[in-house]
């Protein structure tokens, strides 16, 4: 577009400051946007002011952005502007010639000290979050591993105690630990007994585990367990012959 120059002023800057919410909740940019331009000089008519035709467009490109954006990160809201910004010198017209217009983002001191605040809160948030993840992955680890039947959970308790695995020490014992377990482990509650009854046979005296059996056999076969009982009968050899 052609100019005539002497309908012109001379190149001033327009400027003005408005204030845009950030993504922290309470706390405001603060944008200075400048306008450099000449306004046609009319006799009849005041003069134009350039910001009367940029500020709502600058409005409109600054809004959405900062309010996605973190009220300590200026210059990156500056540069996520500026081209935006810099293309409203395609407003000119016959009246007003834009020749620049560019953004300043800052904080003033108040709101600087609060978004220092709100950034903190956010990391304490996010510390907290972190710990109940890690507190439901641990948590899961020893229900679905550890705790998966009671063979394991003795296997566990006979480890290393590890805080990366997931404590278990102080809240019970070995032994109560495997019979807790068991309660909630239907299949392995046989298992269980039948680890019981060697083990107690194991401490009795030889002649001692034979009667035992041998008054057992016959319940077994009561029962209907044929097959049980007759290798249960081979295996009960008495001490004495």
Not at 215 to 237: M, S, T
Request: proline share 4%.
């Amino acid at each position: 577009m052609r100019w005539g120059s002497s309908r012109w002023g001379t190149l001033r800057d327009h400027s003005y400051r408005d204030h845009f919410p950030s993504a922290d909740e309470g706390v405001e940019f603060t944008v200075a946007l400048t306008v450099q331009a000449r306004v046609a000089e009319r006799r009849s008519r005041p003069p134009e002011d350039p910001l009367d035709r940029v500020a709502l467009a600058a409005d409109q490109i600054i809004r959405p952005v900062a309010a996605g954006i973190g009220a300590l990160r200026c210059e990156y809201l500056q540069h996520a502007i500026g081209a935006e910004i810099a293309d409203l010198q395609s407003l000119s017209d016959r009246h007003v010639r834009i020749a620049n217009v560019f953004v300043r983002v800052r904080l003033d001191d108040a709101a600087a000290v609060r978004a220092r605040e709100v950034q903190r809160m956010r990391h304490e948030l996010e510390l907290d979050e972190l710990a109940r993840q890690q507190a439901r992955a641990r948590a899961r680890f020893i229900r679905d591993e550890c705790l998966a039947d009671p063979a394991t959970a003795r296997i566990y308790g006979l480890l290393e105690k590890s805080s990366r695995l997931g404590e278990l020490a102080g809240v019970l014992d070995q032994e109560d630990l495997v019979e807790q377990i068991s309660a909630w482990h239907e299949p392995a509650r046989a298992v269980l007994i039948a680890q019981g009854v060697i083990g107690f046979l194991g401490r009795l005296k030889p002649q001692q585990s034979f009667d035992i059996l041998d008054r057992f056999i016959p319940l077994v076969r009561a029962y209907g367990g044929n097959e049980l009982a007759d290798r249960l009968q081979e295996l009960n050899v008495s001490p004495d012959t």
